[in-house]
């Protein structure tokens, strides 16, 4: 089952933070986060595993709180290099060995 | 380390023709997967494999067939091409499953008129 993502596109000016949020219906083992660029392969971001973990690296960071099978990125203080398509994808305990995908959020970071 | 590799780039294809996308990586993962994204959409899981020989069935695997006879090969076969397969695909490899991060491949872009 498809994880849902929200919002499904965000609007910064550099400088401001944005949450992007990833919830499922299914209990989880794991969450994937990547960025795509127009025209270009998603790039990983980090994976957060059945555990309720947090990951950070730089000025981005991830939840993943295993109670609401939810996880949430965080995007501080963002960059114009930030911009791109997030997509969250989950591996569900009930089918593993499946990773699949939301259908993304549109980050636009303007000067 | 060339990574994931995909061949072709860029694929036209008529209605009814078939045709084999290739995807090849050389890190030793024992998981690949191949996945679909039509304009403005996201990736769709059409079919994967856990080790040489093991294949299953993603989310949209009509119309597709793979094999992995070898770690490092993963090919998508298309059997009888439709305009709906109009897409890109990508092929992924990670080192034993979706508890790892994805490498993804540069990507195929087909047309199908």
């Known amino acids: 089952q498809q994880p849902v993502q929200s919002p499904q596109a965000v609007i910064l000016r550099e400088g401001e933070d944005a949450v992007i949020n990833c919830s499922s219906s299914k209990a989880l083992y794991s969450v994937h986060w990547y960025r795509q660029k127009h025209g270009e392969a998603p790039v990983f971001l980090m994976i957060l595993l059945k555990g309720g973990e947090q990951k950070g690296h730089d000025k981005i960071s991830a939840s993943f709180n295993e109670k609401k099978q939810q996880s949430s990125l965080y995007l501080t203080a963002s960059q114009l290099s930030y911009s791109g398509t997030y997509f969250c994808g989950t591996e569900q305990v009930d089918s593993s060995y499946k990773l699949i995908f939301g259908s993304g959020t549109r980050l636009l970071v303007r000067p | 380390n060339a990574g994931v590799t995909q061949t072709p780039k860029f694929q036209v294809l008529k209605t009814g023709q078939s045709m084999t996308l290739q995807c090849a990586q050389d890190m030793n993962h024992e998981y690949m997967s191949w996945y679909r994204q039509d304009p403005g959409m996201g990736l769709r899981l059409i079919h994967y494999?856990?080790?040489?020989?093991?294949?299953d069935q993603g989310e949209v695997p009509n119309g597709y067939n793979v094999s992995r006879s070898t770690t490092e090969d993963f090919p998508l076969r298309l059997l009888s091409a439709a305009p709906s397969q109009t897409s890109v695909y990508f092929c992924?490899?990670?080192?034993?499953?979706?508890?790892?991060?994805?490498?993804f491949g540069p990507g195929t872009r087909l047309t199908v008129t």
């Open positions: 494999s856990v080790g040489a020989g093991i294949t």
């Open positions: 992924a490899s990670s080192k034993t499953g979706p508890a790892y991060e994805q490498y």
